[in-house]
């Protein structure tokens, strides 16, 4: 990784080099009853449609958090804190209260393929087969995107495990991924919806 977003050390670094409300905005939903969080921490305009993949994962169902890049241009490289790195504090809050984490992605790559990683083997094992099913590719290891450090923001949830995913650009392309959402979905609606979260839409 390259630019400025490369010597950020945490979300302070770069809340010191950018605005909210002008380089980026805050998406946070928490929905009462639920107990899992579909996040996209490089969503609107640095990893494109990642937002609109968590949102669909979602629905009205789970919580939801967006970090989203609304800068002109240059969103990647000002704004791509990496993944174990993130800690921007109104999303560590939601995750603190959430016993099972989905943390979406976008990667290069011109076949579509869904990758996963993170350290809740279960649910990404349940993920993969349900997005397999579909006749997409899935790739649980020997890929780019372990996010096996317990500081991943995927895995910084109650349990201390989550699930990555990392969908292809061809796949972001394509328009296909409406099919990937509602076979995440199917998985996390077989969840437990134990010791849940409460409280309103904040914008």
């Known amino acids: 990784m390259s630019g400025l977003a490369s010597s950020y050390m945490g979300y302070a670094d770069l809340a010191k080099s950018q605005t909210e409300g002008k380089d980026y905005k ?3 939903r928490p929905v009462a009853g639920s107990s899992s969080a579909v996040i996209a921490p490089h969503g609107g ?3 494109h449609y990642t937002s609109d993949i968590a949102r669909g994962i979602a629905g009205d169902d789970f919580n939801l958090y967006l ?10 490289s000002a704004l791509h804190l990496t993944s174990h790195r993130f800690d921007e504090p109104r999303c560590l809050e939601l995750l603190s209260l959430c016993d099972h984490v989905i943390a979406v992605h976008g990667c290069g790559g011109d076949d579509p393929k869904v990758l996963l990683g993170g350290l809740d083997d279960e649910l990404k094992l349940a993920i993969g087969a ?40 061809a796949l972001r392309l ?29 914008e």
Not at 152 to 157: A, M, P, V
Request: charged residues 20%; contains cysteine; glycine residues 14%.
């Open 26 to 28: 805050v998406l946070l």
């Open 45 to 47: 305009r640095i990893e």
């Open 67 to 76: 970090f989203e890049g609304i800068r002109p241009s240059g969103n990647y």
């Open 130 to 169: 349900a997005v397999g099913g579909l006749g997409i590719e899935v790739q649980s290891n020997g890929h780019s995107f372990p996010a096996t450090d317990p500081t991943n923001i995927c895995n910084r949830g109650r349990r201390g495990v989550g699930v990555q995913i990392e969908l292809t650009m």
């Open 174 to 202: 394509n328009g296909s991924w409406d099919t990937v959402c509602a076979a995440v979905r199917s998985v996390l609606l077989t969840l437990p919806k134990a010791r849940p979260v409460g409280g309103e839409q904040r």
